[in-house]
């Protein structure tokens, strides 16, 4: 089995930065994307930013220059710096990846069990 867990979460000032980390562990022979996604109350949830083992990167328009993702291989951790927070951005982050298990050709995705984001003055 394989478990992401989000940390970084917590309540900060519209102007202010976070950083998510998600740190994969488990049963994994290989990890391909690993990216966040946000789901604010009484909408879908949405992807904010991914980042594939070669290190290409994507961003929701809503982010781009603002929030950065990146990834450390050898510790199979993913993580997103957030800055100039806005009260959009309120909602739970979600962390996801795409891994393949020892022994299995499949790519299963995975997902963290969320971290709240609250950006409030």
């Known amino acids: 089995q394989v478990q992401l867990v989000e940390s970084g979460g917590g309540l900060v000032q519209p102007g202010g930065s976070l950083r998510l980390s998600c740190g994969a562990s488990?049963?994994?022979?290989?990890?391909?994307?690993m990216g966040w996604y946000r789901q604010a109350p009484g909408k879908e949830r949405e992807l904010v930013a991914q980042v594939t083992s070669g290190g290409a990167t994507d961003y929701a328009d809503s982010v781009k220059g603002r929030f950065t993702i990146s990834r450390d291989n050898a510790k199979n951790t993913v993580y997103l710096q957030m800055n100039s927070l806005k009260p959009e951005d309120t909602a739970v982050y979600y962390c996801?990846?795409?891994?393949?298990?020892?022994?299995?050709?499949?790519?299963?995705?995975?997902w963290g069990q969320g971290t709240q984001v609250t950006v409030s003055s």
């Open positions: 996801n990846a795409e891994i393949r298990h020892y022994y299995d050709i499949n790519w299963v995705q995975y």
């Open positions: 488990g049963s994994i022979f290989r990890i391909n994307t």
